[in-house]
């Protein structure tokens, strides 16, 4: 089956800059996208293909790939960016859709 | 305006049949697909599938096949996800998005359901 990978937690200071990962071999093929979810709402799109920002969404916010892994990165991280982030792709025919298992952001 | 608003939370018992709703307003409904996610508590996202409101057409999730059935009434511009017989196993929060053509991307989201399927 097909799976993306994304490591459970990430902590940083404010200020410093996070990296959270996803992973999979059919990343090659497929876009990607991530979304966060902060408790108790709905998540939210803050990039789509790979590395495009929606109207709305801050610029220390981008995305990156190399091969077969996206990378999410935050810079200057806030206390407002603790939350629940989550890839999501699709599969290689693209039409299954999948997300990653979420990635607890920790802002300490 | 685009939203997509859900219908409230539901407490059921195991064996009990469940239809919720998400109705979608602000935008053309019959020209974006309509995806379902599950959130089990304390869990991450599930994609569970899609409906295309203008044909009615769907795909699902080989997870959840034969497990729920997406359906939509496009006359009130609402996306359904039903359960036949409920197990404690669906008691989870379950949300809809809506899948922008141009970007392949769920743009928009309800607020989400929550489902409590309990004896």
């Known amino acids: 089956s097909y799976e993306l990978t994304q490591p459970p937690s990430v902590s940083v200071s404010p200020g410093q800059t996070a990296r959270i990962t996803c992973s999979a071999d059919?990343?090659?093929?497929?876009?990607a996208y991530w979304y966060q979810q902060k408790p108790g709402q709905a998540p939210v799109l803050l990039i789509y293909?790979?590395?495009e920002r929606p109207s709305g969404i801050p610029e220390r916010l981008s995305a990156s790939r190399t091969g077969t892994t996206v990378t999410l990165i935050i810079n200057g991280v806030q206390a407002e960016d603790e939350a629940d982030y989550y890839c999501?792709?699709?599969?290689?025919?693209?039409?299954?859709?999948?997300f990653g298992g979420g990635t607890k952001l920790t802002v300490l | 305006e685009v939203q997509l608003v859900q219908s409230g939370a539901d407490v059921k018992k195991p064996g009990e049949s469940l239809k919720i709703s998400c109705q979608g307003s602000?935008?053309?409904?019959?020209?974006?697909?309509i995806a379902w996610v599950r959130q089990m508590p304390g869990k991450g996202l599930e994609w569970m599938g899609l409906?295309?409101?203008?044909?009615?057409?769907?795909k699902y999730s080989p997870s959840f096949q034969g497990q729920v059935t997406i359906s939509a009434d496009k006359s009130i511009t609402t996306a359904y996800l039903q359960w036949n017989s409920l197990k404690a196993s669906d008691t989870a929060m379950y949300f809809c998005?809506?899948?922008?053509?141009?970007?392949?991307?769920?743009?928009?989201w309800g607020q989400g359901t929550m489902v409590t399927v309990s004896s």
């Open positions: 998005a809506r899948l922008a053509a141009a970007s392949d991307a769920f743009d928009f």
């Open positions: 602000g935008y053309s409904f019959t020209t974006y697909w």
């Open positions: 409906i295309y409101p203008g044909s009615s057409e769907t």
């Open positions: 059919a990343l090659t093929t497929q876009y």
């Open positions: 293909k790979d590395s």
């Open positions: 999501q792709s699709a599969d290689s025919s693209g039409t299954y859709r999948i």
